[in-house]
């Protein structure tokens, strides 16, 4: 290969990179600007995130504590992050799609860009899930624990730290948010051809199993929780397999459609 060659094949690299950049640049300034505007409300932001804990609780006067100067500073910050990241995700979503399409034929695209808008939905679903049922129940059950005192007797009272909550609450809403995209995952494995229907089908055993344990380790320790991230994930298992099913019927008549367009080709040649 001449040095003529090297330079004509480098250059379109340079190019991919530097469009990389630039919309790298575009999502990072995005998700700077919504950081500010989080924290800037990062209080009232926090104040909405502890409406799960009232309802379990049963009461809207609610204490929290941080034990170090700095930690509710900190708490803001993660409150401002989490909220940039999730407000600028589709912004983020659109840069992604925008560097990938021109290497993605027509068709390819159009069945790319339903994916994009599913997958924001489906993790709000999660998120929603856990704000409206999940969190207000696995707070009573962790409340339940406290403990009256008296003679003979200590008293176990619950006292939540800021930090604590935040990071309980956020780590269901990940973790939800996450499982949900199961549909999404599992639809372009299918489109890829890397699973099928059938498959899926057979190995529902392994996949009830996996998801008690993915639910064990990804909630906390409370069969609430763990209950209430199992069900919905193999109801999305069960969604996932139609799913797989509707991909292989439609490629099945693609190629149906295909081969009779040759067929006809080749007889009218004849």
Same mark, same amino acid.
């Given at each position: 290969m001449s040095q003529d060659d %090297?330079?004509?094949?480098?250059?379109?690299?340079i190019e991919h990179l530097i469009e990389l950049r630039?919309?790298?640049?575009?999502?990072? %300034?995005?998700?700077a600007i919504f950081f500010?505007?989080?924290?800037?409300?990062?209080?009232?932001?926090?104040?909405?995130? %502890?409406?799960p804990y009232q309802w379990g609780a049963g009461t809207? &006067?609610?204490?929290?504590?941080?034990?170090?100067?700095?930690e509710y500073f900190f708490v803001q910050l993660k409150i401002a992050f989490f909220g940039a990241v999730f407000i600028a995700f589709p912004v983020i979503a659109t840069q992604v799609y925008k560097f990938m399409a021109p290497g993605l034929y027509k068709n390819e695209r159009q069945a790319f860009a339903p994916?994009?808008?599913?997958?924001p939905i489906l993790f709000f679903m999660g998120a929603c899930l856990v704000y409206f049922l999940i969190m207000p129940l696995?707070?009573?059950f962790f409340l339940s624990q406290q403990q009256i005192g008296g003679e003979g007797v200590a008293t176990i009272e619950n006292l939540q730290a800021v930090s604590a909550y935040l990071s309980l609450i956020m780590t269901l809403i990940f973790a939800f948010g996450l499982v949900f995209q199961?549909?999404?995952?599992?639809?372009?494995?299918?489109?890829a051809g890397l699973v099928s229907a059938d498959w899926l089908a057979d190995k529902r055993k392994y996949a009830i199993l996996l998801t008690f344990v993915a639910a064990a380790v990804l909630t906390p320790p409370d069969p609430i929780s763990q209950i209430g991230l199992a069900v919905p994930t193999l109801l999305l298992y069960e969604i996932s397999i139609r799913?797989?099913?509707?991909? +292989?019927?439609?490629?099945? +008549?693609? &190629?149906? +459609? &295909?081969a009779e367009a040759s067929d006809s080709t080749e007889i009218s040649e004849t």
């Open positions: %090297i330079d004509a094949s480098s250059a379109p690299l630039q919309r790298l640049l575009k999502a990072v %300034i995005a998700v500010v505007i989080c924290f800037i409300f990062a209080d009232k932001i926090f104040n909405i995130l %502890i409406i809207s &006067e609610v204490r929290f504590v941080y034990t170090a100067l700095q994916f994009l808008i599913a997958t696995a707070t009573r199961l549909p999404v995952a599992i639809t372009l494995l299918a489109k799913m797989a099913r509707i991909v +292989e019927k439609r490629r099945a +008549e693609a &190629e149906l +459609e &295909e």
